[in-house]
């Protein structure tokens, strides 16, 4: 094939261009590939998710009546402290990733701070939010058909039955600790990420002190925890109710 | 086709078999040209472009719409046209005539029962008749299973939960494969059986006789067998011994007991004779009779009773005799309680429609929440 | 800072005569286990791919011998069942997903878009290790017992009935997906934004075309089937209602789930081998690609497609009969651009000036097997035909006929051809050539019977036939043939190795191949090139009436010397 060697390729010398890994050329194509990088794997989250939000759809789909009954027992108004909270950590990460832009180290590490504050918030009001379902045995397990029936005791028919399949609502909080849950470890392997990328403001290190990306690809990290939670918020909790 | 140890095709015993394969062959056909297409231009070229030959190699080509467009259009139009094909057999076979003769299919770890309408059953074996389309409705009873009929081209899973279709309509008398196709576990290849393609008459008697390929056992002969299988031929023989009584010729004759008393031996003390032997002990004797009280069914014990009322006279069967003797007066007084009651002494099917072998232990809520699911 | 070209451990422990390059630069253990090196990772996948393939096989061999006889020989059922599925699973999980892209695109990709290594090349170890760490998990599964249901999991039996190490080897493979995940992430990003100046897209290679689309494809189906598996793993372990009709759940809803995956897994699996394929031709054929953008957009179409077919693995499922038609239809357009490529290869080697040496009988051998492979494919994409023949022995004889006809001969045919760049050896050709024939003859004797025996009605995964004796003729072909064929296998393992021990030294080009990766020495230094080239002109840019000119000089000056070597001398062009 023909090539010539590159006058402008300096072999094996870059200048000491602090923050560039040897595989570069120059941090421009370094950050490009980051960016391409970080979006490519949030798109095989999306496969990922999606795959839930499928099942999740063909079954409400199907058994409309029994997960609105079953639904009732989520607490709105946490699920909707905890959007808030989430969207308020978005808002943060916003402003840590202009602040990283602007080099300014001491704001990036308060917005990022605030964003894990607000994301341990999430996780609180989440284990408060389990632990009541749990007090009702509203998970799915073998008991579910015996254990759970008196939480929809205000269903109750005239016979004695309960007016929802049990079977349905199992599958309801199936998916609502398997999709929440999923959530939640993310939300978790982010603080862990967003702590790391504390440390390295704080420490100086030359991968995000000269290069906003690392500081972005995180950014778009935590976007798409939220964007999944701004998903199962309405589905999970703000049912309406079937014709 | 067979050569030997080497058949070729499998038998074309139903209504779709014909188009089905006249498509298999085709697809065979253009399988066989292109490959050779193929395989035939790469080795010429690969001989006479060799390196070191003196073939021409002027003015090579690296593209060329029109043969681009043709081999990708004529592909293209070749598949299009097999799909038509393939598709129009598929929609017949998915739309079963609205005559077709219903029968039911339960597949289950790791057999096949099937169901008649007129309540037949029979186990790992479908008997149908030629010419009459057959509709079958399956389903499963705990993972999935397939209905395949090679012979017929036909197949479709059966499922847990819901009622799946494959209908028919067979062309040839014979018997035929019948597999499961649908890996369900441990004796997955041994959910097999046979497909029974009768003629219409035949099938008729032989739905009409209960699902016997021979005719049934009247209650004597049914008595015969029991009178065997439980051990009542070891002590009672012909003559009176040491051990017990003769049963020649005891019905309706008077008996005496130990302690004096007497019964006519009608068929109500045959039955408790049988069940509780120590009530009346016949004169003579001990207690050594066992107790066959929760041993044997009260069909048993009708047609134990049935066959002690003729023993000892000309129409008996044989004690030790399996042979079964068509019973023409069974039939034709039309005693469907009789043949059925045979056919199910007959029948030693002890397996519990209900029992799962591989169901996974520990989860006891299991059965009542199967037991739900069933009755939706 | 890039790496400089001689780094510190070079500077000792070398002998003085030898060029260091990424296998010599270093020799300590956490040298290979910590690396960052595409290269050196790339060899980290050859041993333990070769090392999972190696047990598929022993997997696979037992299973012919078992299948002699129509009442089995040595194993019982239960035995049986777990020995297909691991055939399976390690098999298609462990090396046939893997192989080609993380051995040969691994080495190869950095080297043919003219860049120093991959966009990630931390990330590229830890798809090793979770290669690693997923395949110990589902052989730890198998030592314990195994599963026995199929590859596949079709629930209601893998969740709710079989008692066997279900959990555990889908733990594995759900680890061993990210693998499969952060690899395509690893290409896509390298491929966009790493090569060299001037390599414009229709400038590259079509095997870095191949490991683009294969890397799409890579990026969006594995995710699906890996929640797939641990919602299975959830109705395991916590009776979770997903897919189990006695809970409420649909069984047919998990096929829909795991074919959307694995449709487009066996593209993953052959598209690498297309690639392949497209330089072994060019390269022996001393001839650009005939059509090469039909060629390059053909795997872009796979791809797509690709990820619209999955309902034909399920047209007696009991899904409508409107699904079937619509998904058969795709199925037939998807066949079309495979066809494509056959003839695009095959109008390459006209006019060309062919040299046939091992790499390029297996692609001679991959073009006739692919072929059947593919047509065969029909067979079963035609909704009414597949009612007959779909879980028989015709379904696992296509599926073959691709996997190890198409994909592993792909894979050899690659290994065969940088070999020498990725190992600095030459092995004997003459050895390599014959062994190629026996692998293509022992193969179509192993699989071709199959056909016939699908045909006829054989199910698969049957450890007994005796309800039909009659098909016991063909099985004991077919076992014969895989002895042929196992020896074919086996023997690569031996030329090869013995070439590392005392096979002549390659130079940077030994076949006088076109392409970046031939421009540097063989093995390449860790850093790749000296200096990143800048590239004029597209990849395949042979003249063949030229090279035929010099070819006949050399001829003559070859036949009358008497050093006829086994391998060629460096051609010139």
């Known amino acids: ?243 | ?376 | 800072m890039s790496s400089p070209a001689i780094t510190k451990g070079e500077l000792k422990n070398q002998p003085q005569n030898e060029e260091v390059n990424y296998l010599n630069v270093e020799h300590t253990i956490s040298s290979w286990l910590l690396t960052g090196d595409h290269k050196r990772i790339a060899m980290l996948y050859l041993v333990s791919a070769s090392f999972f393939f190696f047990l598929g096989s022993i997997a696979a061999g037992l299973i012919r011998f078992e299948l002699t006889s129509p009442a089995g020989v040595v194993l019982e059922s239960e035995t049986y069942n777990k020995i297909f599925s691991a055939h399976g699973i390690i098999m298609i999980f462990q090396f046939l997903v893997p192989a080609i892209p993380a051995i040969l695109g691994n080495f190869l990709l950095p080297l043919m878009i003219g860049a120093r290594d991959l966009a990630f090349p931390r990330l590229n170890l830890a798809s090793w290790y979770m290669f690693m760490v997923g395949g110990a998990l589902i052989l730890i599964g198998m030592i314990g017992g195994g599963v026995d249901t199929g590859w596949t999991f079709y629930t209601p039996y893998s969740s709710m009935y079989s008692n066997t190490q279900v959990t555990l080897v889908l733990v594995g493979i759900f680890i061993s997906g990210f693998s499969s995940i952060t690899t395509g992430i690893n290409f896509v990003a390298t491929i966009h934004k790493m090569r060299a100046p001037g390599m414009t897209w229709f400038r590259l290679p079509l095997f870095v075309w191949a490991m683009y689309s294969t890397s799409l494809l890579m990026i969006l189906g594995t995710p699906v089937v890996a929640i797939t598996l641990l919602l299975v793993v959830f109705e395991r372990l916590f009776r979770l209602p997903i897919f189990s009709p006695e809970l409420g759940g649909d069984p047919v809803l998990f096929q829909h789930l795991f074919w959307f995956y694995s449709h487009p897994a066996v593209y993953i699996m052959i598209l690498p081998a297309f690639g392949i394929i497209s330089e072994l031709i060019a390269n022996f054929s001393r001839k650009r690609i005939f059509g090469y953008h039909f060629v390059a957009f053909s795997s872009i179409a796979i791809a797509g497609l690709g990820f619209l077919v999955w309902g034909h693995h399920m047209f007696v499922s009991s899904q409508s009969m409107y699904e079937s038609i619509v998904f058969s239809l795709i199925s037939f357009l998807v066949a079309v651009p495979s066809a494509i490529k056959i003839f695009n290869w095959t109008t390459t080697m006209y006019k060309g000036n062919i040299r046939l040496q091992s790499p390029m009988i297996y692609a001679i051998g991959f073009l006739g097997i692919f072929t059947v492979g593919g047509l065969t494919g029909l067979f079963l994409g035609g909704t009414g035909t597949d009612v007959h023949l779909t879980a028989t022995y015709f379904v696992v004889a296509h599926f073959h006929y691709v996997m190890v006809g198409g994909t592993l001969l792909g894979f050899l045919g690659g290994l065969h051809y940088w070999w020498p760049k990725m190992t600095g050896r030459l092995y004997n050709d003459g050895i390599a050539k014959v062994n190629a024939v026996i692998v293509f003859i022992g193969f179509n004797l192993t699989f071709f019977p199959q056909f016939i025996l699908g045909w006829m009605g054989m199910p698969r995964r049957y450890h007994y036939y005796y309800f039909a004796p009659e098909f016991q003729a063909y099985h004991i072909m077919s076992t014969l043939g895989s002895s042929v064929l196992g020896f074919g296998l086996i023997l690569p393992a031996f030329y090869l190795t013995m070439s590392l021990i005392n096979g002549k030294k390659s130079g940077p080009n030994p076949w006088g191949a076109h392409g970046l990766e031939w421009e540097t020495a063989s093995p390449p230094p860790t850093s790749n090139f000296l200096e990143i080239p800048i590239v004029l002109d597209e990849v395949y840019d042979f003249d063949p009436v030229s090279e035929h000119e010099q070819d006949m000089k050399d001829l003559d000056k070859w036949e009358s010397t008497t050093d006829h070597q086994s391998f060629p001398t460096e051609d010139h062009h």
């Open chain 1, 1 to 243: 094939m023909s090539a010539i060697t590159n006058p402008m390729d300096h072999g094996h010398d870059h200048g000491h261009e602090p923050g560039l890994h040897h595989q570069y050329e120059d941090m421009a194509q370094q950050s490009e590939t980051y960016i391409v990088g970080m979006w490519s794997f949030l798109v095989s989250e999306v496969m990922f998710f999606g795959a839930l939000f499928l099942i999740y759809t063909l079954y409400r789909w199907n058994y409309q009546l029994d997960f609105y009954i079953a639904h009732e027992h989520l607490d709105v108004k946490l699920g909707a402290i905890n959007t808030t909270v989430l969207l308020f950590s978005s808002f943060t990460m916003v402003m840590a990733v202009q602040s990283a832009q602007l080099k300014n180290r001491i704001n990036v590490m308060r917005y990022l701070a605030v964003t894990v504050l607000c994301a341990c918030t999430f996780l609180v009001i989440k284990y408060f939010e389990y632990k009541s379902k749990f007090a009702d045995h509203l998970y799915p397990g073998a008991g579910f058909a015996d254990d759970a029936v008196k939480a929809f005791g205000n269903h109750a028919l005239e016979n004695g039955h309960v007016a929802v399949n049990m079977n349905h609502a199992q599958l309801f909080y199936g998916l609502y600790f398997g999709m929440t849950g999923l959530h939640a470890v993310h939300i978790i392997v982010g603080i862990g990420v967003i702590i790391s990328l504390i440390r390295l403001w704080y420490n100086r290190a030359n991968t995000v002190i000269h290069d906003y990306v690392p500081t972005e690809m995180v950014g778009l990290y935590w976007h798409f925890v939220d964007l999944v939670w701004i998903f199962l918020f309405p589905l999970f909790y703000l049912m309406p109710l079937p014709r």
């Open chain 2, 1 to 376: 086709m067979q050569f030997n140890n080497f058949p070729l095709s499998p038998p074309r015993a139903s209504n779709f078999a014909q188009e089905y394969d006249a498509i298999f062959y085709a697809l065979v056909a253009l399988t066989v040209f292109f490959t050779l297409v193929v395989g035939v231009a790469v080795i010429f070229f690969a001989v006479r472009y060799k390196k070191g030959t003196r073939a021409d190699r002027s003015r090579p080509m690296y593209e060329n719409l029109f043969l681009e467009l043709t081999w990708t259009i004529v592909p293209l139009v070749i598949g299009l046209v097999m799909f038509y094909f393939g598709t129009s057999l598929y929609v017949k076979m998915r739309t079963p005539p609205k005559n077709a003769t219903e029968i039911f299919v339960i597949g289950k770890q790791w057999m096949w029962h099937v169901q008649h309408g007129n309540g037949v059953r029979e186990n790992n074996t479908l008997h149908v008749p030629a010419g009459v389309p057959i509709k079958l409705t399956m389903i499963s009873q705990d993972v999935l299973h397939a209905f395949y009929i090679p012979a017929f081209r036909v197949q479709e899973h059966v499922v847990p939960g819901r009622y799946t279709q494959l209908w028919f309509t067979p062309t040839e008398i014979g018997e035929y494969h019948l597999f499961c196709n649908m890996y369900c576990g441990t004796q997955h290849s041994e959910m097999g059986g046979k497909v029974v393609v009768m003629s219409p008459k035949d099938f008729a008697s032989w739905l009409s006789e209960g699902g016997q390929s021979s005719a049934p056992l009247s209650m004597e002969q049914a008595g015969a067998k029991v009178y065997n299988k439980v051990g009542c031929a070891n002590c009672h023989g012909a003559e009176d011994t040491l051990r017990a009584p003769s049963l020649y010729g005891i019905y309706n004759k008077r008996r005496t007991f130990a302690d004096g008393t007497s019964l006519i031996a009608d068929e109500e003390y045959l039955r408790s004779s049988i069940l509780r032997p120590y009530d009346h002990i016949t004169s003579g004797y001990g207690q050594t009779m066992p107790v066959y009280e929760g041993q044997v069914t009260e069909e048993d014990v009708l047609n134990l009773v049935a066959y002690i009322k003729v023993l000892g006279t000309s129409t008996a069967p044989p004690p030790t005799s399996n042979i079964n003797r068509h019973s023409a007066s069974a039939v034709a007084s039309g005693t469907n309680e009789s043949t059925s009651l045979a056919t199910n002494a007959v029948q030693a099917n002890t397996d519990d429609p209900d029992a799962s072998p591989t169901r996974r232990t520990g989860s006891p809520a299991v059965g009542a929440v199967a037991a739900e699911g069933r009755n939706r």
